[in-house]
C-alpha cells in the first residue's frame, strides 16, 4: 500500500493521501493539502507490512517519516 505524505521537518505527518487512479484527468481542480514553509510532500511512500490496512487517521497517528536516510520511508513513530 502507497500513500501520499505531507510531513514536517521532523518527519511528523500533517497530512495522508491515497495516490489518484492513472485515469484521473489532472488538468481539472488540484486536491489535496500544500505544502508550506517548512513541510515537505512525498509523494507515495510505501506503508509498512504491519500498518497495512489501517485507515489514513490511524496511519498518521502511528507513522512517521524517516528524513536521515538517503531515501525517505514511513516508519512507526517512537513511543
Known amino acids: 500500500m502507497r500513500i501520499h505524505v505531507l510531513y514536517d521537518s521532523h518527519?511528523?505527518?500533517?497530512?495522508?493521501g491515497v495516490p489518484l487512479p492513472p485515469a484521473f484527468?489532472?488538468?481539472?481542480?488540484?486536491?489535496?493539502?500544500?505544502?508550506?514553509?517548512?513541510?515537505?510532500?512525498?509523494?507515495?511512500l510505501e506503508v509498512p507490512e504491519e500498518h497495512v490496512g489501517l485507515g489514513l487517521i490511524h496511519l498518521a497517528e502511528k507513522l512517521q517519516v524517516d528524513t536521515k536516510g538517503k531515501q525517505l520511508r514511513l516508519i512507526s513513530k517512537r513511543e
Open 11 to 16: 518527519g511528523n505527518i500533517i497530512s495522508l
Open 25 to 44: 484527468d489532472f488538468r481539472g481542480p488540484t486536491f489535496g493539502p500544500r505544502a508550506k514553509e517548512g513541510q515537505q510532500y512525498a509523494t507515495e
